[in-house]
């Protein structure tokens, strides 16, 4: 069956702009995350969907940062007002449930700005 | 807050070499424990899990990983690498307080055919 899927797969986009990455998780699975893979600081947890709903976001780096996820499918990240420091890979991934699943990745989005 | 060590950042080894990765987290109750590869180009791929039960797990392409409670280890092992396992690998731990990963920093695997 399809995996996670993202797009773009590639985004460069100039300091200052918005950029949305879009999310598709693997069918049937309720919950959703997202993580972060930079040069410096490896691979890190942004935020979690179980549902629509994203109980704890503490893990966003900045108020520059939302996301959303409509229909209990597909999700984007939002990153307003783009830095340099926000480049890096952006990684989705699904599990079946809230709990002790393992959660499958996408091949993520590879963000650059400049 | 949870922490995953990964003390190995580089490791270069011939084929047919034994391997062994270390990972040590810093969470005292239960956990889950997961290792993941990333081959280049490709996207992160599940290797293997703990969840409970027997504490030696096996995964795919013949590597395994040991949970020692009382060492906060989950250390990944094969006994003989070959040159398509060249990737990167990360240590992965989940606690039964939150819902995500904590992931360690990753180790660069080389195998030198």
């Known amino acids: 069956g399809a995996g996670v899927s993202q797009s773009p797969s590639n985004k460069v986009t100039e300091k200052g702009k918005d950029v949305e990455l879009r999310c598709d998780p693997i069918s049937g699975h309720t919950a959703l995350y997202w993580y972060r893979q930079s040069l410096g600081q490896g691979l890190e947890f942004l935020i979690y969907f179980q549902g629509n709903s994203a109980p704890d976001k503490s893990g966003l780096p900045s108020d520059r940062f939302s996301a959303e996820r409509t229909g209990g499918s597909v999700s984007t990240l939002t990153i307003q007002r783009t830095q340099q420091e926000d480049s890096a890979v952006y990684l989705c991934a699904s599990s079946l449930s809230f709990g002790s699943y393992e959660q499958y990745f996408g091949p993520g989005t590879r963000l650059t700005v400049t | 807050a949870q922490s995953v060590s990964q003390h190995n950042h580089h490791v270069i080894l011939s084929e047919a070499a034994s391997l062994e990765l270390g990972c040590n987290y810093s969470?005292?109750?239960?956990?889950?424990l997961f290792w993941y590869v990333q081959y280049p180009g490709q996207h992160l791929q599940l290797l293997l899990k703990y969840f409970s039960g027997d504490p030696l797990v096996k995964g795919i392409k013949g590597f395994e990983a040991e949970f020692i409670k009382s060492k906060f280890s989950f250390n990944l092992r094969k006994p003989s690498v070959q040159w398509s396992d060249t990737a990167e690998y990360f240590c992965a731990v989940k606690d039964n307080a939150g819902n995500m990963l904590t992931f360690g920093g990753g180790t660069r695997l080389m195998v030198k055919p």
């Open positions: 969470y005292g109750g239960t956990v889950n």
